[in-house]
């Protein structure tokens, strides 16, 4: 099956710099990588996918890019503010029906 | 935004004991799934359901683990004889209807077994 690898674990920028979180994926049959935030006490939530139609993808401050042939993803957040402190997801899954997540990172926003 | 319910929010029970953890997705929604994170660890697949039967299951989802829809509306997650490695977060998702599209996570059910 799919397995996910997520790195780093943990990451500390101050605000206003820019965090890079990078996943890479086993299975070349997936085609869907969507990135989850996940705060305190809550469930994860979606902030952005990418298929494996498109290399890129921005939506304001964030951007996912996709590089097929080398099995890896990632997550591009600008202009860092305190509340995106949270654990992000990357997962990835193919035209079955088990989405495989990461390990997640920490990212914390010092002020 | 209409959201994923899970009932309890917190469930205690003793080693060897049933459990049944209650989830009702978006009313619109065909594609049903369970997930659970272990404290510090990812999220981890146990089964998909879809058109009253499951489509995927992970090598975690073994004989003590059952799923069901018992109505329109209700998703429940079955663990029939509980093991302290059990203790985690559940999640329950859903999507509207594809594999490969948003899932709506619900807040989870915290269970701790004792």
């Known amino acids: 099956g799919e397995n996910v690898e997520q790195h780093p674990s943990t990451l500390s920028v101050q605000e206003g710099d820019s965090a890079v979180i990078k996943c890479t994926y086993s299975?070349?049959?997936?085609?869907?990588f969507p990135w989850y935030k996940q705060e305190l006490g809550k469930g994860p939530q979606l902030i952005i996918d990418i298929r494996s139609n498109v290399g890129e993808k921005k939506d304001q401050r964030i951007a996912v890019t996709l590089n097929k042939t080398a099995k890896h993803f990632s997550l591009h957040i600008t202009e860092t503010q305190p509340e995106d402190s949270a654990v992000y997801f990357c997962a990835a899954s193919g035209n079955n029906n088990d989405m495989r997540f990461g390990a997640g990172t920490r990212l914390t926003v010092k002020p | 935004e209409p959201e994923v319910t899970q009932t309890p929010s917190h469930q205690v029970t003793q080693m060897g004991q049933e459990v049944i953890l209650r989830c009702v997705p978006i009313s619109n929604h065909l594609y049903f799934y369970w997930y659970r994170q272990i404290l510090g660890q990812k999220v981890e697949f146990l089964v998909s359901f879809y058109n009253n039967e499951i489509s995927e299951k992970s090598e975690i989802f073994d004989d003590q683990f059952s799923v069901e829809r018992p109505d329109g509306s209700n998703f429940t997650l079955k663990i029939r004889s509980t093991k302290l490695e059990d203790s985690a977060m559940y999640f329950c998702a859903s999507t509207v209807s594809t594999p490969n599209e948003k899932l709506f996570f619900g807040s989870g059910t915290q269970l701790s077994v004792l």
């Open positions: 299975d070349s049959a997936s085609n869907y």
